[in-house]
């Protein structure tokens, strides 16, 4: 038996997120239907993390162990025969069988993009379309605040019994634009539930004006889960890398 760790990309928009479901398609059954099908039994795979529903990534990465002697070049052609288009295999790589894709993750790179300008139908499933003009520079001074390690317990969802530490360590935050198209970018060693969805959401509305540095430094030393009520839509975050220690 030997192990695989997978480079994956894939355009959420169709799915519900990354986790498998009964009744709701994911990702993660997704693949999981066409390595059974390869297998001609049941195969489960491990993926570093969960994505949301109608979130994107360039480069996810999950386990799976298989019997079958099949050489890494060959495993990708395989796979992706049987995926859908909005799914694609990048990178097959066997690894010691001690790897876990989840659990020796030491970082995440993720992306949020957002159109400042006129409605776009052709980017409505793969960017937030705002139509509302920022003030970046306010929005880059808030940055500051959540750049180091913190307790993120008022940007997630997870509640204290899924995870006691709700600290985390931001390493970069940055905001930049292309005429009306903006992104932010977050680098950390880990994320939680919704937390880089709050955390934009946020500084959108500091951008909008709506929100002083201030309060967004009070919400942060909260650690209250009432105290952001906010929450970026899905469709404009992308999972870009994930890091581990090799």
Same mark, same amino acid.
């Given at each position: 038996?030997?192990?695989?760790?997978?480079?994956?990309?894939?355009?959420?928009?169709?799915?519900?997120?990354?986790?498998?479901?009964?009744? #709701?398609?994911?990702? &993660?059954?997704?693949? =999981?239907?066409? @390595?059974?099908?390869?297998?001609?039994?049941?195969?489960?795979? $491990? !993926?570093?993390?969960?994505?949301?529903?109608?979130?994107?990534?360039?480069?996810?990465?999950?386990?799976?162990?298989?019997?079958?002697?099949?050489?890494?070049?060959?495993?990708?052609?395989?796979?992706?025969?049987?995926?859908?288009?909005?799914?694609?295999?990048?990178?097959?790589?066997?690894?010691?069988?001690?790897?876990?894709?989840?659990?020796?993750?030491?970082?995440?790179?993720?992306?949020?993009?957002?159109?400042?300008?006129?409605?776009?139908?052709?980017?409505? #499933?793969?960017?937030? &379309?705002?139509?509302? =003009?920022?003030? @970046?520079?306010?929005?880059?001074?808030?940055?500051?605040?959540? $750049? !180091?390690?913190?307790?993120?317990?008022?940007?997630?969802?997870?509640?204290?019994?899924?995870?006691?530490?709700?600290?985390?360590?931001?390493?970069?935050?940055?905001?930049?634009?292309?005429?009306?198209?903006?992104?932010?970018?977050?680098?950390?060693?880990?994320?939680?539930?919704?937390?880089?969805?709050?955390?934009?959401?946020?500084?959108?509305?500091?951008?909008?004006?709506?929100?002083?540095?201030?309060?967004?430094?009070?919400?942060?030393?909260?650690?209250?889960?009432?105290?952001?009520?906010?929450?970026?839509?899905?469709?404009? @975050?992308?999972?870009?890398?994930?890091?581990?220690?090799?």
């Amino acid at each position: 038996m030997s192990r695989y760790k997978v480079l994956l990309s894939y355009d959420g928009h169709n799915y519900h997120g990354w986790q498998s479901q009964q009744r #709701d398609i994911t990702i &993660q059954d997704t693949i =999981q239907e066409a @390595l059974s099908i390869i297998h001609k039994r049941p195969i489960k795979i $491990v !993926g570093s993390g969960r994505t949301d529903a109608g979130v994107h990534a360039l480069n996810q990465v999950f386990h799976f162990d298989s019997e079958l002697n099949i050489s890494e070049d060959k495993w990708p052609l395989a796979i992706n025969t049987l995926l859908p288009k909005d799914i694609y295999i990048k990178k097959v790589e066997q690894v010691n069988s001690d790897f876990h894709a989840r659990f020796d993750a030491i970082g995440k790179k993720y992306r949020y993009y957002l159109n400042m300008g006129e409605y776009d139908p052709f980017m409505k #499933d793969h960017v937030y &379309q705002l139509g509302y =003009q920022l003030n @970046l520079k306010l929005m880059r001074e808030a940055v500051n605040i959540f $750049v !180091g390690k913190h307790d993120f317990s008022s940007f997630c969802q997870n509640s204290y019994e899924e995870i006691a530490d709700q600290t985390r360590e931001i390493y970069g935050l940055s905001i930049t634009h292309d005429h009306d198209l903006v992104c932010f970018e977050f680098v950390g060693d880990g994320f939680m539930r919704y937390m880089v969805r709050m955390l934009v959401q946020t500084l959108i509305e500091v951008g909008k004006e709506r929100l002083s540095i201030a309060e967004v430094k009070k919400m942060l030393e909260a650690c209250d889960k009432k105290a952001c009520p906010y929450n970026a839509k899905p469709e404009g @975050l992308y999972l870009v890398d994930v890091y581990y220690p090799d």
